[in-house]
């Protein structure tokens, strides 16, 4: 959370109602994919299926939203733009931070490419319901990248609000609700 002085203090950085709706989705979610983890398709789905490596798959997810439902109430990117910042301006090369911000922000998206290839390249034979959570965690994960490189245009549009509704909680709430359908779906395939 940023104070008065924009420097981070520790506090909760979304007191709204629809920050916690969207901490508590979070939540949710992250519950129900720790949950299917115990689930193993039995021979007859499974086909080509690999439990050991789905129940990784729903595990390490529910550990990412754990950890992006933390941050959405803590604020942790601003505290390490601050460090960063603090960093820049003791380092002397401040006046420089647009070159640097721009190389860390191709890095995180390149990061995020060859993840989501990577995902893609080894979940290719797994079952649909799998494919539907990659799907919400890629656009959950692009969300995030295009909400870190705080582009000016970016920010315009998920400010944008139709009807006191606003597109970043659509983008956001969304993605978690598509790997909730699918931890929905898998439940109901294999039990």
């Known amino acids: 959370m940023l104070g008065m002085d924009d420097r981070w203090t520790p506090g909760i950085g979304d007191p709204s109602v629809m920050g916690w709706v969207t ?27 690999n439990t050991l490596s789905y129940r990784q798959f729903w595990w390490t997810l529910a550990i990412f939203l754990v950890l992006m439902g933390i941050n959405k109430q803590l604020d942790l990117q601003s505290l390490f733009t601050q460090i ?12 420089h931070r647009k070159m640097v911000q721009t190389g860390f922000i191709l890095f995180i998206g390149a990061a995020g490419v060859l993840l989501g290839g ?9 079952c649909n319901t799998i494919k539907i959570a990659l799907a919400g965690f890629t656009l959950l994960l692009g969300f995030v990248v295009m909400r870190a490189a705080s582009f000016h245009n970016f920010d315009r549009l998920i400010g944008y609000e139709l009807g006191g509704i606003r597109f970043n909680w659509v983008m956001e709430i969304g993605a978690l609700l598509i790997i909730g359908i699918a931890t929905l779906r898998y439940r109901r395939n294999y039990l």
């Not at 979070?26 to 086909?47: K, N, Q, T, W």
């Not at 960063?84 to 006046?95: L, T």
């Not at 990577?118 to 797994?126: G, I, M």
């Open 118 to 126: 990577y995902l893609v390249y080894r979940y290719r034979h797994a």
């Open 23 to 49: 901490v508590a989705t979070y939540v949710l979610v992250a519950v129900c994919c720790f949950l299917v983890r115990f689930i193993e398709p039995d021979e007859h789905h499974s086909g080509q299926e």
């Open 84 to 95: 960063g910042r603090d960093f820049a301006k003791s380092s002397g090369w401040y006046e």
